[in-house]
């Protein structure tokens, strides 16, 4: 081991030692170099970064291990967790170590905090980094700063992005349209598409509808036009929304819904486990994604939720102005575009989705679409293929 890693975490060098040199190390065979997810911010069973691109990884044959924030070590999916307790931007030094002394062949970093660690890491230990993008985020800081500052910003942050880009081995990215200030980087789409659906699609009979929304409650992601157009709707109509409030306004959520009367109507379940959720997303009749004008991240958003609702052969009521989730809602025909902001639309769209053969007809084209032409695994053998030219021969 080398010195700069010997200095590393005493956490996660002890973490590789016993789980990475076992008998290889005792019969003097250096032990295969691993792929190593780095996270500063995402959850141990991040859906993206463990549950596809880390599962993908494991399958094809590599050892992979998620370096990400937390206290238990485990195993999700083939993917080996190792936690680490470092804070964001001030100890992105200290978290480009931790990733060193895993001694890995590639780093693959999810935020950008954790892109600067990825190619520290990488040139400290001999690593190649993988940049992954999950949003636009040039235009990350518009709605902190006056207008006036926002076109300064965002030059700023794309030539970041440019230049670490140029550093990195690749720039794998979510969604199409990310790729703008990465010019000159070798950029792939692995898009975050949901795996093909086993399942047959839900059921659809008569009687009230349940809307169902999936993910973070926020202001932005359209909570109070989902109130607004609940009050519209048939008295019967229910709201489910499997998540939690990440923007601060749980109080006020929960004031509104009071003040229409829709106490008793609305459920939130909080945060749950991933098949628990999607197990809860298949009680629903419909499912929202609502967000709102003003983003060019709401604009150029292609949300997980989707793919899960039409998985689970759900229609969708989805934003116009949402580029690339209004381009899948046409191709598939799984849903209705209308402005997300506008309640009354909304309420009418709920309304017209009453008839159960119209949202099983919906549905049934949404299920079709996930399991043939929006299916994660064709993203995940374009990630194994890009993984094919970074890794060192031997390994997997």
Same mark, same amino acid.
């Given at each position: 081991?080398?010195?700069?890693?010997?200095?590393?975490?005493?956490?996660?060098?002890?973490?590789?030692?016993?789980?990475?040199?076992?008998?290889?190390?005792?019969?003097?065979?250096?032990?295969?170099?691993?792929?190593?997810?780095?996270?500063?911010?995402?959850?141990?069973?991040?859906? &993206?970064?463990?549950?596809?691109?880390?599962?993908?990884?494991?399958?094809?044959? /590599?050892?992979?291990?998620?370096?990400?924030?937390?206290?238990?070590?485990? &195993?999700?999916?083939?993917?080996?967790?190792?936690?680490?307790?470092?804070?964001?931007?001030?100890?992105? /030094?200290?978290?480009?170590?931790?990733?060193?002394?895993?001694?890995?062949?590639?780093?693959?970093?999810?935020?950008?905090?954790? /892109?600067?660690?990825?190619?520290?890491?990488?040139?400290?230990?001999?690593?190649?980094?993988?940049?992954?993008?999950?949003?636009?985020?040039?235009?990350?800081?518009?709605?902190?700063?006056?207008?006036?500052? &926002?076109?300064?910003?965002?030059?700023?942050?794309?030539?970041?992005?440019?230049?670490?880009?140029?550093?990195?081995?690749?720039?794998?990215?979510?969604?199409?349209?990310?790729?703008?200030?990465?010019?000159?980087?070798?950029?792939?789409?692995?898009?975050?598409?949901?795996?093909?659906?086993?399942?047959?699609?839900?059921?659809?009979?008569?009687?009230?509808?349940?809307?169902?929304?999936?993910?973070?409650?926020?202001?932005?992601?359209?909570?109070?036009?989902?109130?607004?157009?609940?009050?519209?709707?048939?008295?019967?109509?229910?709201?489910?929304?499997?998540? &939690?409030?990440?923007?601060?306004?749980? +109080?006020?959520?929960?004031?509104?819904?009071?003040?229409?009367?829709?106490?008793?109507?609305?459920?939130?379940?909080?945060?749950?486990?991933?098949?628990?959720?999607?197990?809860?997303?298949?009680?629903?009749?419909?499912?929202?994604?609502?967000?709102?004008?003003?983003?060019?991240?709401?604009?150029?958003?292609?949300?997980?939720?989707?793919?899960?609702?039409?998985?689970?052969?759900?229609?969708?009521?989805?934003?116009?102005?949402?580029?690339?989730?209004?381009?899948?809602?046409?191709?598939?025909?799984?849903?209705?575009?209308?402005?997300?902001?506008?309640?009354?639309?909304?309420?009418?769209?709920?309304?017209?989705?009453?008839?159960?053969?119209?949202?099983?007809?919906?549905?049934? +084209?949404?299920?079709?679409?996930?399991?043939?032409?929006?299916?994660?695994?064709?993203?995940?053998?374009?990630?194994?293929?890009?993984?094919?030219?970074?890794?060192?021969?031997?390994?997997?």
């Amino acid at each position: 081991m080398t010195a700069f890693a010997k200095g590393a975490d005493g956490l996660v060098g002890r973490l590789f030692l016993a789980a990475g040199e076992g008998e290889e190390a005792q019969a003097g065979i250096a032990p295969p170099r691993p792929v190593v997810l780095l996270s500063a911010a995402h959850p141990p069973a991040d859906t &993206r970064v463990v549950r596809k691109e880390g599962a993908a990884l494991a399958a094809a044959g /590599w050892r992979v291990v998620h370096l990400c924030p937390g206290n238990t070590r485990a &195993r999700i999916d083939g993917v080996e967790i190792a936690p680490h307790r470092r804070r964001r931007l001030r100890d992105v /030094w200290a978290l480009a170590r931790d990733a060193a002394a895993l001694r890995p062949a590639v780093i693959h970093a999810s935020e950008p905090d954790a /892109w600067l660690a990825a190619l520290i890491g990488a040139w400290r230990s001999g690593a190649r980094a993988v940049l992954d993008v999950h949003e636009h985020y040039p235009s990350r800081l518009d709605a902190r700063l006056p207008a006036l500052a &926002r076109p300064v910003a965002r030059a700023a942050i794309t030539a970041a992005c440019h230049v670490m880009g140029r550093l990195a081995a690749a720039v794998v990215v979510a969604k199409d349209g990310l790729d703008g200030a990465f010019g000159g980087a070798r950029v792939v789409a692995v898009r975050n598409y949901a795996p093909a659906p086993v399942a047959p699609p839900r059921h659809h009979g008569p009687g009230p509808l349940v809307l169902g929304h999936l993910g973070a409650i926020t202001r932005a992601r359209g909570w109070p036009c989902m109130l607004d157009a609940l009050a519209r709707s048939d008295p019967g109509t229910r709201l489910l929304l499997i998540g &939690r409030s990440t923007d601060g306004s749980e +109080a006020e959520f929960h004031a509104r819904a009071a003040a229409l009367g829709l106490a008793g109507r609305v459920e939130v379940t909080g945060w749950l486990p991933q098949d628990e959720a999607l197990r809860r997303l298949r009680e629903c009749d419909v499912a929202l994604v609502l967000f709102q004008r003003g983003e060019e991240n709401h604009r150029l958003a292609l949300p997980h939720k989707l793919f899960d609702a039409m998985a689970a052969g759900l229609p969708v009521i989805a934003p116009d102005i949402a580029e690339e989730v209004a381009a899948v809602v046409r191709a598939s025909g799984c849903g209705l575009l209308l402005d997300s902001g506008d309640a009354a639309a909304v309420a009418a769209a709920v309304s017209s989705l009453a008839d159960p053969a119209r949202r099983a007809a919906l549905g049934a +084209a949404g299920w079709r679409a996930a399991r043939e032409d929006f299916a994660w695994e064709t993203e995940a053998a374009r990630l194994v293929e890009l993984y094919r030219t970074l890794m060192p021969a031997g390994h997997g």
